[in-house]
């Protein structure tokens, strides 16, 4: 089993910018890759980012340039770092973990379906 705990939401001004923080605890050995994904209510789950064990990240296309996915050298943290926030951005966000392989030299897909941890979420607004 893994844990995961997100942080580092908030609200902001538009123009500004967050990292959001996923702490793993439990058998993390057991995973392949993170996500990060966010849901804003009546709207499916948008995948928005993924890292997998050897640090080969997907960044959703129409987030690409705004958002960065990162993990810590344990691998038991990763991170979302988010510029350039518009309110289209508001929505919850959850980190989440799969136990599929990770695939060398292949980008991690960000499908739900995917994955089997899931954190409870950290809200982010975002104020015109």
């Known amino acids: 089993q893994v844990q995961l705990v997100e942080s580092g939401g908030g609200s902001v001004q538009s123009g500004g910018s967050l990292r959001l923080t996923c702490l793993m605890t439990?058998?993390?050995?057991?995973?392949?890759?993170w996500g990060w994904f966010r849901q804003v209510p009546g709207k499916e789950r948008e995948g928005v980012a993924a890292?997998?064990?050897?640090?080969?990240?997907t960044i959703a296309d129409s987030l690409k340039g705004r958002f960065t996915v990162s993990q810590s050298y344990a691998k038991d943290t990763i991170y979302l770092q988010i510029e350039n926030l518009a309110p289209e951005d508001t929505a919850m966000y959850y980190c989440?973990?799969?136990?599929?392989?990770?695939?060398?030299?292949?980008?991690?897909?960000?499908?739900?379906?995917?994955?089997?941890?899931w954190g409870q979420g950290t809200q982010v607004t975002v104020s015109s």
């Open positions: 890292i997998d064990y050897n640090g080969e990240t």
């Open positions: 439990g058998v993390i050995d057991s995973v392949g890759y």
């Open positions: 989440a973990a799969s136990s599929l392989a990770s695939m060398p030299g292949i980008n991690p897909p960000i499908l739900a379906s995917d994955f089997h941890f």
